[in-house]
């Protein structure tokens, strides 16, 4: 037996290798593989300093691309957890249009940081969702926000775009393993309510992905039941006269059935176009006031971002005004997109950002790919059923009860059709501010999935009633009663 040298540490039963040199052995192969990409969010695309905040944040956050297939990237901005990233869940956020930006959904609804009106300055979200998740927000398709492809070209649908945000996502853990066992929840507004159930029927499949359930908010379910129900909710809201509802029954219903979304009577849909564009309401908040005001062209440009179909007569007028000026914005109506568009396309916050010199200038909703958009799916049934049979996912559909571009009765009927046993009767819910307890809104539950209403909220919920969403999500999230 080999006699142990005075002052020296000796690795038990490695006779010949000192303690010292092991350590050092073992530091190098874990420095090789952090340089390698194994186990470390990559350093390149971290945010060191955010320009607009008066103290930086005490989390980390990532901001750069992700693959989709080849040529295309699509930009995601990634904030880790305030409470414990190691074991929060991870949760993808959609913005719908098509072609507008999660972005929006970062800096002016749930993000942990809210841009201010002079477009310069963010204050910190006390209810942002990041308090108690690991939230990456994905600029999708290419061609929104940041996101761009190599040839240009920004035509797409519905399964290309669900094809590209499971590449995007699959690549989002490649350079991020760390969080790739963690509980993973797919969540979206608007047309989200298309981008979402269509990517979880991918991420389903894949026992890599440890997928818990998703949530949609306002969103698009069926073309069908939104046209439908949109002119009952306007009925019922008092923005029609009763010479104007006897004339949609005249013309549009029969035999007790009212059909407003194809009918092929032209006095129907004359009548319902009007409902739908004429009104000069704020369409995704029934009683809030219309930033910039109402136009006195009430058919908006705009309004080609309320899912409906009548909105293909605007197509070619509007694809001729693309041709002409590459830089022509689609913003959705009464939506005032300055701040974050003048804070966006900032030259230090792109620096911030790390975006790449190929990606076009920011802008809330994309005209390009908007119009060239193939709308291959006109309900979402197939997949929540899908998601349903599995009986694992928890699925939450909610609605602020004052939207008219993706009306709570729209959905409510979709979760309906969906004929779920039902487990608890329709109810209030409540949440706690700094007045006591307040009715949020009401809930009905079946087997694995809930419908919820936001009293008082218009299409982004976070950004009308934050303390009642974030009470929403926290009870989603970690599987609470509503």
Same mark, same amino acid.
Request: net charge negative; charged share 15%.
């Given at each position: 037996m080999t006699k142990q040298p005075a002052g020296r540490d000796y690795c038990p039963g490695v006779d010949a290798v000192p303690l010292l040199w092991f350590q050092m052995l073992l530091f190098l192969w874990y420095l090789l593989a952090s340089l390698l990409g194994a186990g470390a969010a990559p350093a390149a695309d971290e945010i060191t300093y955010l320009p607009g905040l008066q103290k930086q944040p005490s989390f980390k956050q990532f901001s750069g691309y992700l693959s989709g297939t080849e040529g295309k990237h699509l930009h995601y901005w990634f904030v880790e957890s305030q409470n414990n990233p190691s074991q929060d869940p991870v949760v993808l956020w959609l913005n719908g249009g098509p072609g507008c930006s999660s972005l929006d959904g970062l800096l002016t609804e749930h993000g942990p940081f809210l841009i201010m009106d002079?477009?310069? %300055?963010?204050?910190?979200? /006390?209810?942002?969702?990041?308090?108690?998740? *690991?939230?990456?927000?994905?600029?999708?398709?290419?061609?929104?926000?940041? @996101?761009?492809?190599? $040839?240009? !070209?920004?035509?797409?649908?519905? +399964?290309?775009?669900?094809?590209?945000?499971?590449?995007?996502?699959?690549?989002?853990?490649?350079?991020? /393993?760390?969080? @790739? !066992?963690?509980?993973?929840?797919? +969540?979206?507004?608007?047309?989200?309510?298309?981008?979402?159930? +269509?990517?979880?029927?991918?991420?389903?499949?894949?026992?890599?992905?440890?997928?818990?359930?998703?949530?949609? &908010?306002?969103?698009?379910? @069926?073309?069908?039941?939104? $046209?439908?129900?949109?002119?009952?909710?306007?009925?019922?809201?008092?923005?029609?006269?009763?010479?104007?509802?006897?004339?949609?029954? %005249?013309?549009?219903?029969?035999?007790?059935?009212?059909?407003?979304?194809?009918?092929? *009577?032209?006095?129907?849909? %004359?009548?319902?176009?009007?409902?739908?564009?004429?009104?000069?309401?704020?369409?995704?908040?029934?009683?809030?006031?219309?930033? &910039?005001?109402?136009?006195?062209?009430?058919?908006?440009?705009?309004?080609?971002?309320? *899912?409906?179909?009548? +909105?293909?007569?605007?197509?070619? !007028?509007?694809? @001729?005004?693309?041709?002409?000026?590459?830089?022509v914005r689609l913003d959705p109506p009464c939506t005032n997109s300055t701040p974050s568009t003048l804070y966006l396309n900032n030259q230090y916050v792109k620096k911030a950002l790390h975006i790449s010199p190929k990606a076009l200038d920011w802008v809330i909703c994309s005209a390009e790919v908007n119009l060239n958009y193939g709308r291959l799916y006109m309900d979402v049934k197939k997949q929540y059923l899908k998601l349903l049979s599995a009986m694992k996912y928890r699925i939450l559909v909610y609605n602020g009860d004052v939207d008219m571009a993706c009306n709570f009765m729209? $959905?409510?009927?979709?979760?309906?059709?969906?004929?779920?046993?039902?487990?608890?009767?329709?109810? /209030?819910?409540?949440?706690?501010?700094? $007045? &006591?307890?307040?009715?949020?809104?009401?809930?009905?539950?079946?087997? *694995?999935?809930?419908?919820? %209403?936001? !009293?008082?909220?218009?299409?982004?919920?976070?950004?009308d009633k934050p303390v009642a969403a974030f009470a929403m999500f926290t009870r989603f999230i970690k599987k609470q009663p509503y």
């Open positions: 002079d477009g310069a %300055t963010l204050q910190y979200n /006390p209810y942002s969702w990041n308090k108690i998740a *690991n939230v990456l927000y994905l600029e999708s398709p290419v061609g929104v926000g940041f @996101s761009y492809s190599d $040839d240009g !070209k920004f035509a797409t649908n519905d +399964t290309e775009v669900s094809l590209n945000n499971y590449l995007a996502l699959k690549d989002f853990f490649r350079l991020f /393993p760390e969080f @790739s !066992k963690n509980q993973l929840f797919l +969540t979206g507004e608007s047309y989200g309510g298309i981008y979402i159930p +269509t990517l979880a029927e991918r991420v389903m499949e894949d026992a890599d992905l440890n997928l818990q359930g998703v949530a949609v &908010g306002n969103g698009m379910s @069926s073309y069908e039941l939104n $046209d439908n129900s949109l002119v009952f909710f306007a009925y019922y809201h008092g923005l029609l006269g009763s010479q104007l509802w006897s004339d949609l029954q %005249t013309f549009c219903c029969k035999d007790g059935q009212c059909n407003f979304y194809n009918n092929q *009577n032209p006095n129907c849909s %004359t009548y319902v176009q009007d409902i739908v564009y004429s009104s000069g309401l704020n369409m995704y908040n029934l009683y809030a006031s219309c930033p &910039g005001g109402v136009r006195h062209r009430v058919r908006d440009l705009g309004n080609n971002f309320i *899912n409906h179909q009548w +909105t293909r007569l605007w197509n070619q !007028k509007l694809l @001729s005004l693309v041709a002409l000026h590459e830089s729209g $959905d409510e009927w979709f979760v309906e059709s969906l004929q779920q046993q039902v487990q608890v009767q329709r109810r /209030p819910w409540y949440y706690e501010d700094v $007045d &006591g307890r307040q009715v949020g809104g009401f809930v009905k539950e079946f087997d *694995n999935i809930a419908f919820l %209403t936001i !009293k008082g909220s218009g299409h982004m919920v976070p950004t």
